[in-house]
């Protein structure tokens, strides 16, 4: 289960990067035909923004808050939801079987996804979406304009027709992903805004290494950040360097670390500076390489570190 965690702001991608007063309500899917042992055949995963908000599976039938939710009362009846989960289990896994029956796919395991949500902006409906993948390719999305579903795939036209036989079924989807879904956001909004916006400025280590030839490669690594959007880069003599990125990665703990590399020749004696941009700066950092001193993590102490707080 930790693997699909991991992996949400990975496959949402840039769209995550959360704007001021943009917050989302993002649900994941996974069903598997045959889990390994101990594996759920079913589970459910829903995020605030990129925070994991409750997490549910056919093993314990439950829907359990995650992290900080966990300590907060009624926000939601969890008896319900649960209930709410265990019906959708079983949609879900009878759609799978539909297909691997379409496929003759009784072989190996197969997996279904499915990704649906909403975003707020400024408190306005910014957009949402409902997209199903089979064994990792795109399966049928829904277009609430029409609305109706959009088959992705030959097998999909008979998930079609059954997720349509009714009129009302497109009507209540439409209605699930632009009123339902803004407004459960925004319920759950209430309780969880301070805990979303909440920052954590980078800590900042630089490093260096040998390169190829003579060169030397230094390493500037920001960790322990919140949110996810940052912008790094290094200069020398006012002038940006050409680096390379390793992308913004999650740490596992709800913070995030990224870092950029610059290679340097030998015998070059204007100093080099790594410059730092994130929501939890009051202002932009630069970090001096310094030959002389050992590295050590540069906190930036114009903004205080804020505790993880649930206003209720
Ligand atoms: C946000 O929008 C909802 C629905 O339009 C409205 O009821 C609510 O008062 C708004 N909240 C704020 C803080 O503007
Ligand atoms: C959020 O809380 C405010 C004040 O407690 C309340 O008036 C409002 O109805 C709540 N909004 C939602 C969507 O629950
Ligand atoms: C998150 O994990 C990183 C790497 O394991 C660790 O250095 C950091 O202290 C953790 N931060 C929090 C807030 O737990």
């Not at 989302?24 to 589970?43: A, D, E, H, M």
């Not at 027709?161 to 992903?177: F, G, H, N, S, V």
């Not at 996810?228 to 913070?255: C, D, F, R, Y």
Request: glycine share 8%; aromatic share 12%.
């Amino acid at each position: 289960m930790v693997p699909v965690l991991l992996s949400l702001p990975l496959l949402l991608g840039p769209a995550v990067l959360q704007e001021t007063g943009s917050y989302s309500l993002v649900f994941l899917y996974t069903g598997v035909s045959r889990p390994n042992k101990g594996i759920p055949r079913f589970q459910a995963t829903a995020f605030l923004n990129d925070q994991g908000f409750f997490h549910y599976n056919s093993n314990s039938g439950k829907a359990e808050p995650m992290g900080p939710w966990n300590q907060l009362e009624g926000m939601e009846d969890w008896e319900k939801e649960s209930q709410l989960q265990r019906a959708r289990e079983e949609i879900f896994l009878v759609t799978l079987k539909d297909i691997m029956d379409y496929y003759k796919d009784s072989a190996g395991s197969h997996t279904f996804q499915g990704m649906f949500g909403c975003e707020l902006l400024n408190n306005r409906s910014n957009g949402a979406f409902w997209k199903y993948a089979y064994d990792g390719q795109d399966f049928i999305k829904f277009n609430k304009e029409i609305p109706a579903w959009i088959p992705l795939d030959p097998a999909a036209e008979s998930t079609k027709l059954k997720w349509e036989a009714e009129k009302i079924y497109t009507q209540r989807a439409k209605a699930y992903l632009e009123e339902e879904c803004p407004a459960m956001l925004r319920r759950y909004l209430n309780y969880s805004r301070s805990h979303l916006d909440k920052t954590n400025p980078p800590t900042v280590t630089i490093t260096s290494r040998a390169g190829p030839g003579r060169n030397r490669i230094f390493k500037c690594l920001a960790y322990d950040f919140y949110p996810q959007g940052i912008s790094l880069h290094w200069t020398q003599a006012g002038k940006v360097l050409t680096s390379i990125s390793g992308g913004v990665l999650p740490n596992g703990n709800g913070t995030y670390l990224s870092w950029v590399e610059v290679e340097v020749p030998p015998q070059d004696r204007d100093p080099y500076f790594c410059h730092i941009e994130h929501s939890g700066l009051s202002q932009s950092l630069s970090v001096q390489w310094d030959e002389t001193k050992k590295p050590k993590p540069e906190r930036n102490v114009a903004t205080q570190p804020q505790e993880v707080t649930l206003s209720a």
